[in-house]
């Protein structure tokens, strides 16, 4: 098969520190590392001692047992430390699904492991969300859609680019999918911690069936891109598999991510993150909703419920890859089209900015 690029984030490579205002970004402005250390009452000078070595290829202990706290149930073995949720997402399909083999992808989502997927030669079953039912998962679709022969299962929660946080009962129905199946279930949860409307952290599918892939990153909810870092979370065994291919990858992030990482996931620090997420996602998606009711209903769409982003509808003689770049050559804005997402007359808005820059 042609080699499948991911038209996404080629396009933001190569604008989004061109342009005067970048809002195709999908997490909450990012944090300074003043800023983190502060809320650990330390200053950047205290790192000053700290040996660039290698950690340990899978994450420090320490980082391994906070991320673990946030899983209920899970140890420092069943984690697995990678350079952002984007290798996590790889190497969790080349270790899992070999050529040929069916997946089945609920979309819209991020595109990576759809791409992935495709590279690797899998035979893709897509399953989209209902635009129409405030995108609701169909169940239904789902259900058809899984055979005998589904090797894994891949959900993004909170949906990346809507926003949309599963239901108990649709998040029950993908479980029984997957073990009707017996097939791996890929949970995408970046965006978990950036609730925009309630308190409650959306629920993680770890835990609820014993072939889990739990996925999460700092980059999203937490503000932290620059530390790339990312995780699995799962079965030790299957965690430890994944680990033989990071080991031919990237072989370990930075020590300074993970000792940074460790600090950011602490009791101390972490709520202190998370208020700041959702004072960006509130403050900001009240400035976007005041705009976007003043522009005669060109746009529609459902407010997000998590995540820094919204995915609207518009009505104009344009296609969304078209607007993206006049908006880009002319008025140096960058935003995403639709059409990345295999929706068209969509665009993909971030809002969790600082106020001058929306």
Same mark, same amino acid.
């Given at each position: &098969?042609?080699?499948? #690029?991911?038209?996404?984030?080629? &396009?933001?490579?190569?604008? +989004?520190?061109?342009?005067?205002?970048?809002?195709? +970004?999908?997490?909450?402005?990012? &944090?300074? /590392?003043?800023?983190?250390?502060?809320?650990?009452?330390?200053?950047?000078?205290?790192?000053?001692?700290?040996?660039?070595?290698?950690?340990?290829?899978?994450?420090?202990?320490?980082? =391994?047992?906070?991320?673990? @706290?946030?899983?209920?149930?899970? !140890? @420092?073995?069943?984690? %697995?430390?990678?350079?952002?949720?984007?290798?996590?997402?790889?190497? *969790?399909?080349?270790?899992? $699904?070999?050529?040929?083999? +069916?997946?089945?992808?609920? /979309?819209?989502?991020?595109?990576?492991?759809?791409?992935?997927?495709?590279?690797?030669?899998? =035979?893709?079953?897509?399953?989209?969300?209902?635009?129409? *039912?405030?995108?609701?998962?169909?169940?239904?679709?789902?259900?058809?859609?899984?055979? *005998?022969?589904?090797?894994?299962?891949?959900?993004?929660?909170?949906?990346?680019? !809507?926003?949309?946080?599963?239901?108990?009962?649709?998040?029950?129905?993908?479980?029984?999918?997957?073990?009707?199946?017996?097939?791996?279930?890929?949970?995408?949860?970046?965006?978990?911690?950036?609730?925009?409307?309630?308190?409650?952290?959306?629920?993680?599918?770890?835990?609820?069936?014993?072939?889990?892939?739990?996925?999460?990153?700092?980059?999203?909810?937490?503000?932290?891109?620059?530390?790339?870092?990312?995780?699995?979370?799962?079965?030790?065994?299957?965690?430890?598999?994944?680990?033989?291919?990071?080991?031919?990858?990237?072989?370990?992030?930075?020590?300074?991510?993970?000792?940074?990482? *460790?600090?950011?996931?602490?009791?101390?620090?972490? #709520?202190?993150?998370? @208020?700041?997420?959702?004072? $960006? %996602?509130?403050?900001?998606?009240? /400035? %976007?909703?005041?705009?976007?009711?003043?522009?005669?209903?060109?746009? !529609?769409?459902?407010? #997000?419920?998590?995540?820094?982003?919204?995915?609207?509808?518009?009505?104009?003689?344009?296609?969304?890859?078209?607007? &993206?770049?006049?908006?880009?050559?002319?008025?140096?804005?960058?935003?995403?089209?639709?059409?990345?997402?295999?929706? +068209?007359?969509?665009?993909?808005?971030?809002?969790?900015?600082?106020?001058?820059?929306?």
């Amino acid at each position: &098969m042609p080699f499948q #690029p991911f038209v996404m984030e080629q &396009m933001m490579s190569e604008w +989004e520190n061109v342009v005067d205002i970048n809002l195709s +970004e999908s997490g909450v402005h990012p &944090m300074t /590392l003043g800023e983190l250390l502060a809320m650990d009452g330390r200053e950047a000078g205290d790192l000053a001692d700290m040996g660039l070595v290698y950690p340990q290829a899978n994450g420090t202990v320490e980082l =391994r047992e906070a991320i673990a @706290a946030m899983y209920p149930g899970a !140890t @420092a073995n069943d984690v %697995l430390v990678t350079v952002g949720a984007a290798e996590a997402n790889y190497i *969790a399909i080349n270790t899992f $699904l070999e050529p040929g083999g +069916e997946v089945v992808i609920v /979309l819209p989502n991020y595109m990576q492991v759809w791409g992935v997927a495709k590279n690797r030669g899998c =035979r893709v079953k897509e399953v989209y969300l209902d635009v129409e *039912a405030d995108w609701a998962l169909d169940t239904a679709a789902l259900d058809a859609a899984v055979s *005998a022969d589904t090797k894994m299962i891949c959900v993004v929660n909170p949906n990346n680019p !809507t926003g949309r946080i599963m239901s108990e009962p649709e998040m029950d129905a993908v479980v029984v999918a997957a073990e009707r199946s017996g097939a791996w279930l890929l949970a995408d949860e970046v965006y978990r911690g950036a609730e925009r409307e309630r308190d409650e952290e959306t629920p993680s599918f770890y835990g609820r069936y014993d072939k889990v892939l739990a996925q999460g990153s700092m980059s999203k909810a937490y503000g932290l891109p620059g530390l790339r870092v990312g995780w699995t979370v799962g079965p030790a065994g299957a965690v430890a598999d994944m680990s033989r291919r990071h080991e031919y990858t990237t072989i370990a992030t930075t020590m300074l991510s993970n000792h940074l990482t *460790a600090t950011a996931l602490s009791p101390k620090v972490r #709520p202190q993150i998370l @208020a700041r997420t959702k004072m $960006l %996602l509130k403050g900001g998606y009240g /400035l %976007l909703g005041e705009w976007l009711s003043e522009q005669d209903g060109v746009f !529609t769409g459902t407010p #997000p419920d998590a995540a820094a982003i919204t995915f609207l509808k518009y009505d104009l003689p344009i296609s969304s890859t078209d607007w &993206m770049e006049q908006l880009r050559d002319e008025r140096s804005v960058l935003i995403v089209p639709g059409d990345h997402f295999g929706l +068209e007359q969509h665009i993909r808005l971030s809002f969790a900015v600082p106020e001058p820059q929306l």
